[in-house]
């Protein structure tokens, strides 16, 4: 009697331990296998940079993650980008002060932030999520102005006067 409880308790530590049980994340399809023991997932989410308030997706990112004891044994995720970077703006959430702060300067033209604020304005790199401020972007010229307008940056331009 006392060998039948015992392979009975040790069947269920077992299934306990080994079987999974799938979960559904809501990151854009991701489905995720967990026992105790390990975990396999399916990897098909929004690859998005930025907090909450102010996030800018970059792409996909797909792939199979399987790790055991919560350490990670495999993990062949891709990312489908559409962009490189995304410039997250924020200090939409701070006052700032109404000096105008210069960013960067051309042959022509000076371009100005309309108040002292790049110190919020970061621009962040797929995948590696590597954040770089705004003025050392564009003085190194891993960005452009042109790209300013599109994640909707204010800045103000004036020429240069002899």
């Given at each position: 009697m006392k060998k039948k409880v015992i392979i009975v308790v040790v069947i269920i530590v077992l299934m306990i331990l080994l079987v999974p049980i799938p979960f559904k994340l809501?990151?854009?399809?991701?489905?995720?296998?967990?026992?105790?023991?390990?975990?396999?997932?399916n990897v098909h989410s929004i690859y998005a940079v930025g907090n909450e308030s102010n996030k800018y997706e970059l792409g996909y990112k797909e792939?199979?993650?399987?790790?055991?004891?919560?350490?990670?044994?495999y993990n062949n995720t891709k990312y489908s980008l559409k962009e490189e970077f995304a410039i997250i703006d924020n200090s939409k959430e701070f006052d700032c002060n109404n000096i105008e702060e210069e960013i960067y300067r051309d042959d022509e033209y000076i371009y100005y932030l309309p108040c002292e604020k790049s110190q919020y304005i970061k621009?962040?790199?797929?995948?590696?999520?590597?954040?770089?401020?705004?003025?050392?972007?564009?003085?190194?010229?891993?960005?452009?102005?042109?790209?300013?307008?599109?994640?909707?940056?204010?800045?103000?331009?004036?020429?240069?006067?002899?």
């Open positions: 809501r990151d854009g399809g991701t489905v995720e296998w967990k026992s105790l023991t390990y975990s396999i997932a792939g199979i993650v399987i790790k055991i004891f919560n350490m990670t044994v621009v962040i790199y797929a995948p590696n999520e590597y954040q770089e401020g705004l003025k050392s972007s564009l003085a190194e010229g891993n960005i452009k102005i042109s790209d300013l307008d599109k994640f909707n940056i204010e800045y103000i331009k004036k020429e240069i006067t002899n």
